[in-house]
Structure formats: C-alpha cells, structure tokens
C-alpha cells in the first residue's frame, strides 16, 4: 500500500509491501450416507517487507516473516425423518495493515486471530417447506489496539495487540415454496456483541469504548424476505430487509470524535423481468419502495425511491 499520510525520514512517500500465500488441504468423509465430515488445514506465510524510519516516531522495521496453520472442522448428519445436524469450527488471522506498521513504535505486532463455532438443526416438511436455526460464537484475539493516556502502562509500545471481542448469536431461515412458480425466503439473526477488557488491564477498553459495549457496526436485531414469482415469460420478487438501530463511529473523524446510534430501518423493493422473446427481454427494478429516509452508514443518506428500466438481448452463440 501507499499513501501521502505514510513518508520516510525524508518526508518521502514509499509502498509497504507484502507478499502472502496460503495452502489449504481438506479432507471429506462421508459415512453411510448420512453422517458428513469435514477437516482441513490452511496454512499462511506473510512476509512483509522493511519499513523505513519516519525520523520521529517510528524506527526502521526489519523484514518480517509469519507463518500461521489455522483449523477448520464440520460435521453433519442428515436422518431419514428430514432432520439434519450440523456444526462447524474454524479459526482464523488477519495481518498488520499498512497503516497500524506505518503508525507504531512495535516492531513485533502480531496477527489478529479470531475462532468460531456454530451448530444447529434443520428441519424438512417434504417439498413445501424448510427451516434452520443455528447457533453460533465468535471470538476475537489479539486485536491491535493504539495506546495512550491510562492505558500507556499496558505495554512500551504505542499500539500492541491487547484488545479483545466476541460476537454471539442465532440465526434463523425459512423455504417456503407453496406452489411451483413461488418461493418465498426469510432470515432472521439476533445478534449480542461485546467489548471485552484490554489484557492486562484492571477492566479497562480502547477509548472511547467501555467494557461491555456493543461492537460498531452490527446491529442486535436483522433480517430479509424475499419473495419470487416465476409465470410463463414473467419472472418478478419482492425483497425487504430491515436492521434495528446500530451503533457508528462518527463519519467524518471515527471514534476518537464519538459514537452515535443510526436509527432502524425497513427497505422495500420489487424487481421485474419479462422475457420479449428471441433473447429479448424488458426489466425493471423499484428500490426503496417505501420512500423512507434512512442511512445505511451512518451520515450518508441513501437515496429515496429511484428505480431502474431497461431492455436487455442476449445473443445466442447459433446467432
């Protein structure tokens, strides 16, 4: 990466570079037909080049190399009565960015790691409908977290990897297809996140954050419905999503400048394709049926009720 805001001692703009690779092996076994298992390895090598002094803050950082082996396993076993088990369990990483390298005093951050376990049960009522409900738990370790004030008893560095969070939660999905030209989809996640104390710390977290707040970005309570229509040459669905309030770092400066809640809110849309004949075929999409003011991200307002038409020809390769 490059950017004006990263310079060395000259005030010179240079690229921190990175190579990465990954090798993934997994093996499937499957037992009498019923009973699936799934195990794998993937292994990560990053080697990321040496970072030059900035003449103030930050020293020359020699070329650095890590390799990681992450897990991952699953299982499911399907019953004759239209029941299925499953769960899985994963684990993962994500490097230093070019900013947290170009902006610390340590040469030794680390990787952030996070695992991840899910299981639930679905269940069939022959062709009219499916349901599933699962669990899951994520955890995050080592995250890379700027120091300062308090906090700078915690390590000798300006940034370490100290903080942590976790993200549990259900979810729930639905297949309901009550004649053959409709299916009608939905999905429903309860979402519980939280900041976790700062290791090492007597109950503390990354300011502006508390220990016990939720996670940026990622509501409680989300969900979808779709609904599609196939007749003849008309093909139409009707989409809705709608997302509980949620909590934003300020847009313009982050958290540092404070964190405000972004209102719920529904979106409604109806998409429309009818086939012409001879590869011709006109389309239609209506977004934000509602005409609802609302912000997706939080200070910037998403457009009101606009919609897109068009005509569309496909030619056949024999053509």
Same mark, same amino acid.
């Given at each position: 990466?490059?950017n004006?805001?990263i310079?060395?001692?000259?005030?010179s703009?240079?690229?921190?570079?990175r190579?990465?690779y990954?090798?993934?092996?997994?093996?499937r076994y499957e037992?009498g037909g019923?009973?699936l298992?799934?195990?794998?390895l993937?292994?990560?090598?990053?080697?990321?080049?040496?970072?030059?002094?900035?003449?103030?803050?930050?020293?020359?950082?020699?070329?650095?190399n890590?390799?990681?082996?992450?897990p991952?396993?699953?299982?499911?076993?399907?019953?004759?009565?239209?029941?299925?088990?499953?769960a899985?369990?994963?684990?993962?990483l994500?490097p230093?960015?070019?900013?947290?390298?170009?902006?610390?005093?340590?040469p030794g951050?680390?990787?952030?790691?996070?695992?991840?376990?899910?299981?639930?049960?679905e &269940?069939?009522?022959?062709?009219?409908?499916?349901?599933?409900?699962?669990?899951f738990y994520?955890?995050y370790?080592?995250?890379?977290?700027t120091?300062g004030?308090?906090?700078?008893?915690?390590?000798?560095?300006?940034?370490?990897?100290l903080?942590?969070s976790?993200?549990q939660g259900?979810?729930?999905t639905?297949?309901?297809?009550?004649?053959?030209?409709?299916?009608?989809?939905?999905?429903y996640t309860?979402?519980?996140?939280?900041?976790l104390?700062?290791d090492g710390?007597?109950?503390?977290?990354?300011?502006?954050f &508390?220990?016990?707040?939720?996670?940026?970005?990622?509501?409680?309570?989300?969900?979808n419905?779709?609904a599609?229509f196939t007749?003849?040459?008309?093909?139409?669905?009707?989409?809705?999503?709608?997302?509980?309030?949620?909590?934003f770092?300020?847009?313009s400066?982050?958290?540092?400048?404070?964190?405000?809640?972004?209102?719920?809110?529904?979106?409604?849309?109806?998409?429309v394709?009818?086939a012409?004949?001879?590869g011709?075929?006109?389309? $239609?999409?209506?977004?934000?049926?509602l005409?609802r003011?609302?912000?997706e991200?939080? $200070?910037?307002?998403?457009?009101?009720?606009?919609?897109?038409?068009?005509?569309?020809?496909?030619?056949?390769?024999?053509?």
């Amino acid at each position: 990466m490059k950017n004006t805001f990263i310079t060395d001692a000259s005030f010179s703009t240079f690229p921190i570079t990175r190579n990465e690779y990954a090798v993934y092996g997994e093996n499937r076994y499957e037992i009498g037909g019923r009973l699936l298992l799934s195990a794998g390895l993937r292994a990560e090598f990053f080697r990321t080049a040496a970072v030059p002094s900035d003449g103030f803050s930050r020293p020359a950082f020699p070329e650095s190399n890590i390799s990681r082996v992450n897990p991952k396993l699953s299982a499911a076993y399907a019953s004759q009565s239209g029941t299925r088990l499953h769960a899985s369990f994963g684990m993962g990483l994500r490097p230093p960015s070019g900013f947290e390298l170009a902006f610390t005093n340590n040469p030794g951050l680390r990787p952030e790691r996070t695992r991840s376990f899910d299981a639930g049960v679905e &269940q069939r009522f022959g062709k009219l409908l499916e349901v599933d409900a699962t669990y899951f738990y994520n955890r995050y370790y080592d995250l890379i977290v700027t120091l300062g004030g308090s906090l700078s008893s915690l390590s000798h560095y300006k940034s370490d990897n100290l903080a942590n969070s976790r993200a549990q939660g259900a979810e729930f999905t639905a297949r309901l297809r009550p004649a053959r030209w409709v299916l009608i989809t939905g999905s429903y996640t309860l979402l519980e996140t939280r900041i976790l104390s700062l290791d090492g710390s007597n109950n503390q977290a990354p300011s502006p954050f &508390q220990v016990g707040q939720q996670l940026t970005r990622r509501p409680e309570n989300s969900g979808n419905v779709v609904a599609t229509f196939t007749r003849g040459r008309l093909a139409a669905d009707l989409t809705g999503y709608f997302r509980g309030k949620t909590l934003f770092e300020e847009p313009s400066f982050g958290a540092s400048s404070g964190l405000f809640w972004d209102p719920g809110f529904a979106n409604v849309g109806v998409n429309v394709n009818y086939a012409l004949g001879h590869g011709v075929s006109a389309y $239609g999409h209506l977004r934000n049926a509602l005409n609802r003011n609302y912000e997706e991200i939080f $200070g910037f307002p998403s457009p009101k009720l606009n919609f897109v038409a068009g005509m569309k020809w496909v030619i056949a390769k024999g053509q």
